[in-house]
């Protein structure tokens, strides 16, 4: 019994089980305490050293060195005390024996050692094998358990969320003898698939440094021992490591679809009425004569473009929290549109206008906190320095502060806001607002700012988002010569995405143009053509 307690409290080591299979024969069985024996460096020092013959008579031999002294003892190892762990580690059924010892080549295999991000990946699941003393996740003395199969179905279909698990193995979950090879293989396509769903195959922040999303990576090890632990639901526990977002699904739905049409090869023709009974025309994409013109538009004479922008489109929602809040605001840069939801409908729309090519608006999330009327701008250095070259126009006020020029534009119908501001603090210093130039809103295409998103029918959007009590006209009775502040009584969530495809209300796929290139550069990061 204690033997069996003793076996808890030691720890994996792929380095102790490499050095001990390195010194004993191919066929040996190793012993427990073999596997977690000492390096052999270790196991030198603590040997007693106890000279068994006298030291050479210096009359004999005047000459020998102090060497000759030191090399004519012998050294002699006092008997080690019998290791406990030796008969809980026989005890050990043979399954558990056979796992303990596969996982030293898994960890330190060549496909490992060549990928460090695969070489973590195997080390934090091997510990949780530790944790659960060699006991396996998918299989027992009588074969594959449960959820085994489930999860395989779901992992052989990850091409309908847009994953790609082409680097790793899938066993075959319903036949044949499963080892300690088709065990850990199953673990690793479980936790490559969740990494993957959750975003783990990029960087948002490195595709820009205007892209302030950031994915919550699941712990491999946890992933395993939660699909593996919800039996036959396995494979609806692995897919819900997918975005949940209603958006999401209806793209996904839209890939499995092009994915069964392509399947068939449909001849150009009939390709091009599919995909264009499809998709929904509005301002943002405007008419095109040509039909190949228009094909181009919808990403190609081919359906592996098409899959390939949604597959992009379904990557960045996986940058989004997975709860967004019932209650929110989201800004589609491409469609440029805003749209207000409460309890998961949408109750307000609006025209917006977003920033120019070169100047773009961060994609982030955050929270209103406040809406000013009557607000100041104070104008960005950037604007300052590289569109005023340091000079100042009619009507601001000019101050200094720690040496530098602070320009202030009062309160006013010609003020840059115009007369209302959607306060929501981020680190890119962005927000909505009112704009003087409201003819802009005409336009389709509209990237006319500085990256500060300009809101048409303002008041509109203040009564949407302030509720009852609030209405348009109690708002623009603030409207005057100072600032003033209405705080919110509830910080409502606020979504700058950035969906470049889309399935609008009436089921239609839309796409926009890819105004920053964002979906060109997650097709480029994921591998994918087009």
């Given at each position: 019994m204690q033997a069996r307690i003793s076996i808890a409290r030691f720890f994996l080591s792929a380095a102790a089980i490499a050095a001990v299979l390195a010194a004993a024969p191919a066929e040996a069985?190793?012993?427990?305490?073999?596997?977690f024996a000492p390096p052999a460096s270790v196991a030198l020092t603590g040997l007693a050293k106890q000279p068994s013959a006298a030291a050479l008579d210096p009359l004999e031999a005047p000459e020998a060195p102090p060497v000759v002294a030191v090399t004519a003892?012998?050294?002699?190892?006092?008997?080690?005390?019998?290791d406990s762990l030796d008969l809980a580690w026989s005890l050990l059924p043979d399954h558990q024996r056979g796992l303990a010892l596969a996982l030293q080549d898994w960890t330190s295999g060549p496909e490992a050692t060549r990928n460090p991000a695969r070489r973590a990946m195997r080390a934090k699941i091997a510990a949780a094998y530790v944790t659960r003393k060699f006991e396996p996740f998918w299989t027992d003395a009588n074969g594959w358990r449960e959820g085994a199969a489930s999860a395989v179905s779901r992992l052989r279909a990850a091409n309908e969320?847009?994953?790609?698990?082409?680097?790793?193995?899938?066993?075959?979950?319903?036949?044949?003898?499963?080892?300690?090879?088709?065990?850990?293989?199953?673990?690793?396509?479980?936790?490559?698939?969740?990494?993957?769903?959750?975003?783990?195959r990029l960087q948002p922040e490195r595709l820009s440094r205007l892209i302030g999303a950031k994915t919550a990576l699941p712990d491999p090890a946890q992933a395993v021992a939660d699909v593996a632990d919800a039996g036959y639901r396995a494979g609806e526990t692995l897919q819900g490591f997918n975005p949940p977002h209603y958006g999401y699904q209806q793209l996904r739905e839209k890939l499995v679809e092009l994915k069964t049409r392509g399947a068939s090869a449909p001849p150009l023709d009939s390709l091009f009425a599919a995909v264009e009974e499809g998709l929904a025309q509005t301002d943002a994409l405007p008419p095109v004569k040509s039909k190949r013109r228009r094909m181009e538009t919808l990403g190609g004479p081919s359906t592996s473009a098409l899959e390939n922008e949604i597959i992009a489109n379904m990557e960045r929602w996986r940058w989004l929290p997975r709860d967004m809040g019932d209650d929110r605001i989201e800004v589609n840069i491409p469609d440029f549109e805003l749209a207000v939801i409460r309890n998961g409908a949408v109750t307000h729309r609006a025209r917006v206008i977003v920033g120019k090519e070169q100047t773009p608006t961060p994609i982030f999330s955050d929270e209103m906190v406040e809406i000013i009327v009557n607000p100041s701008w104070y104008v960005p250095q950037s604007i300052i320095q590289k569109e005023w070259h340091g000079g100042v126009g009619d009507g601001y006020q000019v101050s200094y502060r720690n040496g530098q020029?602070?320009?202030?534009?009062?309160?006013?119908?010609?003020?840059?806001?115009?007369?209302?501001?959607?306060?929501?603090?981020?680190?890119?210093?962005?927000?909505?607002?009112?704009?003087?130039?409201?003819?802009?809103?005409?336009?389709?295409?509209?990237?006319f700012s500085h990256g500060c998103m300009r809101v048409?029918?303002?008041?509109?959007?203040?009564?949407?988002?302030?509720?009852?009590?609030?209405?348009?006209?109690?708002?623009?009775?603030?409207?005057g010569p100072s600032e003033r502040y209405i705080n919110l009584s509830k910080p409502l969530p606020v979504h700058i995405v950035y969906f470049t495809a889309y399935v609008d209300d009436m089921g239609r796929l839309v796409q926009r143009p890819d105004l920053y290139g964002y979906s060109a550069r997650v097709r480029k990061a994921l591998g994918l053509g087009g």
């Open positions: 069985t190793p012993r427990r305490a073999d596997i003892a012998k050294l002699q190892a006092e008997p080690a005390e019998p969320d847009g994953l790609d698990l082409r680097g790793v193995t899938i066993p075959e979950a319903d036949k044949g003898a499963p080892g300690a090879a088709s065990e850990l293989a199953l673990s690793e396509a479980v936790a490559t698939y969740a990494f993957q769903a959750r975003g783990g020029m602070v320009v202030r534009q009062p309160p006013g119908e010609k003020n840059a806001l115009g007369r209302i501001k959607f306060v929501f603090p981020n680190d890119f210093a962005v927000y909505m607002h009112d704009t003087p130039s409201r003819g802009l809103f005409a336009a389709s295409h509209r990237a048409d029918q303002p008041f509109a959007l203040a009564e949407a988002v302030l509720g009852p009590g609030w209405s348009e006209e109690r708002v623009k009775k603030l409207v």
